[in-house]
Structures are given as C-alpha cells and as structure tokens.
C-alpha cells in the first residue's frame, strides 16, 4: 500500500472528529494542518521509544500504530486516534513506545506548532485540561470499579478457604487412628505421611488467610504492624522447595539449597520471604531444561544474608532487562508479570534490602535478594 499523501479538507475533518482537538474551530485547525508536516512509516517502523525525550503529538491518518512496552503489547491505535499528547504538556520522556503495525500515515505535531496554534487560546487550552480531566476520571473510575470486584473477589476466596477446616479436622481424626495410642511401635503405615498432609493443609489455609487479611486491610486502608523478627533462612528454604515439588515448572528438575557457612538468620518476615522464594525458584524452573537444576545459595556477611537464585537457562534478552523491575512483564504463557514487582516490593521497601539480577546470554541468570542479618 502507499500513500498520496491526504488533502487538507480530509486533515482537518479528522482533526475536527478527535476528542481532544474537537472543541477547535476548523480554521485553527486549517492553520495547524498547514504547519503539521506528515509522517509515513513501513511495516514494523518505530516511530518513538521508551524514554525518548522528544516532544510531539501525532494524529493517525491511515494505518495502524502499535504502542508497547518491551515485549509487552499495550493498545493498537487506528486512524483518528492520537498519541503523545502528554509530552507536550508534561515535558516528560516517552513512557512507552510505539511502531506500526502496517504502512501508517501520520500528522505530526511538534511543541512549536502546539504553542503556535493551539496553546495560545485560553478557551482552546481549557478545551484540553476538560478532555485530559475526562480521561483520566474515566480511567479512575474503571480502576475502581475493578478494585470493588478484586476486594469482593479475595472476601469470597477467604469464605471458600475456611471450609479447609473441615479437612484438617478430618486429617487429624486420621492421623490419631493411624498414630495408636501408646507407642511409636503401634503407628501403622501412612501416619507419617497423613500427619504430613495435615501440615501441609494447616500451613496453606493460614498463610492464604493471612495474605488475603492484608489484601482486605490494604484495600480498606487498615494500617497493621508489618511484622519482621530474626529467623533462620534454610527451614523456610527446605518448607519452601518442598511445597514447589509437585509445580509444573518444576516437574522433573532439581532444586538444590547450598548453604555457605553458619548462622544463616536474619530479620524478615516469614511469609513474604516464602513468596519471593517462590516467585524466583518458579521462574528459574520456567527457564530449566527437564532434568536440569536450579541452585539457591545462602551466605551471610556481618551486615545482611544473601540469597542467590541460579538457573541454566538462555539469560535474559538485553531488550527486556530494562523493563523487569517496573512493568507488568512477563514470558510466561500463563504469567502476568507480577512476581518480579511483588519480590521488590516484599525485598526493598519491606525489608529494606536489595534485590537485583546477573546474566549472561546462553549461560544463564542469577535473582539475588539480602535480607538486614
């Protein structure tokens, strides 16, 4: 496909038609389709990257841009949609990037043709603040509305969760009937593994409920006591890989704990230390080869302990590494980018400490976390 170019009249009926140039009169948006100069783009062009400083808007003519955020697909635009109005008003780098999806035709308008024609007319620059203002309520009300259902949503999975007490009664009623009531001679076969189970049970129905209790509160705007004491690491490791053994990224892969010299505690909070363990032992397993291992190493210095997570996998593109502590990113087929973010949460502003990755292309990648000792 290749464009002619379009005429003015088309331009400015286009221009007329967007939400956010609407409220002009079409002979400041004749003047501005006589400065605007266009911009043809190929299949696949960039157009702009993340944290580009320039500052323009563009109007789609014909074709189709797409905006993303390293690998990460956010919006396909089409014809009479715009983007990059933002770093007209803010002066602020591109948050995101954008190329097209087919031959795209485009209008560009610079920060000179803005403050020429558009930002010199106090009814035309209020007709701005109104459709930004309008957008952005938009977009807070369906944050809202989607903050209502998730509350509503972890309310009734704490309900579900409660009738797990059921079968821990029922796990332990079984445990006593296997366990005997003398000796250790008199325990029958399966004791050790039924008393297990209901461990295993209890442990997850309290944890849940705990992470679901915070979920409520922080939604509710309850402030609690973040609870953090001293503790040692490798029983929460070894708790933490047994849980893991039965997950499919991990299915017929090694995790091995090496642990480097003594005295490996250090204050932290149990449960969330539990969460990244998980997150980043899950996404190592997700990069391992079947039969393959993962390797976690504890060591301590006088001041933190430090966990590394080590996989065999292919490292980390160089094009995704920028984006992984601050985006939604994921590889996963099944992910949804949030591990990484809740690992530096729990990490860095929870405990204080440092969270951080090393890789190397073919070889491999190691997520290391320290916790205050």
Known sequence: ???????????????????????????????????????SLAPKEVLFSEDDLENAMYLILEGQLEIYKGPKQIAIL????????????????????????????LMEINEENFHTYLASEPQALLAIMRTLSSRVRN???IMMKDLRKLSIFTHDIRNFLSTLGLAELTLEDTAELLGGTQSKHTKRDGYEDIEHCQHVVETVRTNLMEL??????????????????????LPILKETVAG???????????????????SLDAVFNPLDIQRVLQNLIINAGYVTESGGKVEVHVTRSNEFLKVGITDKGCGIPEDVQGYLFKDTLTTKKDGNGLGLLSCKDIIETNHQGKLWFETESGKGTTFHFTLPA
């Open 212 to 233: 679901l209790d915070s979920s409520l509160n922080h939604i509710k705007k309850i402030k609690t006591e973040y609870v953090k004491s001293k503790h040692p690491i």
């Open 244 to 262: 893991l053994s039965t997950h499919p990224q991990l299915k017929n892969k090694t995790v091995d704990i090496i642990p480097e010299g003594n």
């Open 139 to 141: 977009d807070l009300e």
């Open 1 to 39: 496909m290749v464009f002619l170019g379009m005429d003015k009249n088309r331009k400015t009926k286009l221009l007329k038609e967007t939400d956010l140039l609407s409220f002009f009169d079409e002979s400041t948006l004749g003047q501005l389709v006589d400065h605007c100069r266009e911009i």
């Open 78 to 105: 089409g014809p009479g949609q715009y983007l990059g109005e933002m770093s007209l008003i803010e002066s602020k780098a591109r948050s995101a990037s954008a190329r097209a999806q087919e031959t795209t035709l």
